[in-house]
């Protein structure tokens, strides 16, 4: 696809599960973010890739979390042993590597995350 | 610490009206600034950013914005709101000094409504 794709759009789940959110980016783009969305909130940054390393991952709350990107391209955000203040909405940004910064990250519709 | 303030948390306009959005930042020098849109079901779209240069810009959908140093304010406005406006808008702030890192230190935003 063109934009950025997440998958699931919504994901319910009971509290103490595994959960894996997915995160396609832009075709080519090779830095990828993770941020969460709270309700009422402004995106939280959680982690950030450049090609397939996690180049900063000072945003992860936890270490319930991990993310990966084996081959560069697609990332899965993972959440082990989910707990109620893990529910909100996980987005996913990529960018291009341009010579210089540019500074817009495009986004996708997110993955909505609710514990029971 | 570095924060965004957004003071307006719900903003009613008519159509037509004009529109100003007040966004703050504190940071220890002038970082970067966007702002974004985060209209239902789509993602967050850059609508503008200031770097350098100019301190009035121009963005998409007829928006600009003014960074005025002195006040650490970079304001969002439009001389005439159209219903497709209605949605939240964030602003967001990233360090000159981050490496390859830019990411995003963001407000909590600003809902905006609009009256026919």
């Known amino acids: 696809g063109a934009g950025v794709s997440q998958t699931p759009s919504n994901k319910v789940t009971e509290k103490g599960k595994y959960v894996e959110l997915r995160c396609d980016p832009i075709?080519?783009?090779?830095?990828l973010y993770w941020y969460r969305q709270s309700l009422g909130q402004g995106p939280e940054f959680l982690i950030y890739?450049?090609?397939?390393?996690?180049?900063?991952d000072s945003g992860l709350p936890n270490d319930r979390f991990f993310a990966v990107r084996p081959e560069g391209s697609v990332s899965t955000l993972k959440i082990q042993r989910t707990e109620r203040g893990d529910s909100a909405v996980y987005l996913c940004?990529?960018?291009?590597?341009?010579?210089?910064?540019?500074?817009?990250?495009?986004f996708g519709e997110g993955s909505r995350l609710t514990v029971l | 610490a570095q924060s965004v303030t957004q003071p307006d948390i719900h903003i009613t306009v008519s159509e037509g009206a004009s529109l100003e959005l007040r966004c703050n930042y504190s940071?220890?020098?002038?970082?970067?600034l966007f702002w974004y849109v985060q209209s239902p079901g789509q993602g967050l779209q850059l609508l503008l950013k200031?770097?350098?240069?100019d301190t009035l810009v121009q963005g998409i959908k007829g928006f600009e914005a003014e960074f005025k140093r002195s006040q650490s304010s970079f304001n969002l406005r439009k001389p005439s709101v159209h219903w497709s406006d209605a949605a939240e808008y964030f602003c967001?702030?990233?360090?000159?000094?981050?490496?390859?890192?830019?990411?995003?230190?963001w407000g909590l935003g600003t809902s905006l409504a609009v009256n026919p």
């Open positions: 940004a990529s960018s291009p590597r341009l010579a210089g910064y540019t500074g817009e990250l495009f």
């Open positions: 075709s080519g783009h090779t830095a």
């Open positions: 940071y220890g020098a002038t970082p970067y």
């Open positions: 967001a702030v990233a360090s000159r000094n981050a490496g390859n890192n830019r990411k995003l230190i």
């Open positions: 200031y770097f350098s240069g």
């Open positions: 890739f450049q090609g397939t390393g996690a180049a900063d």
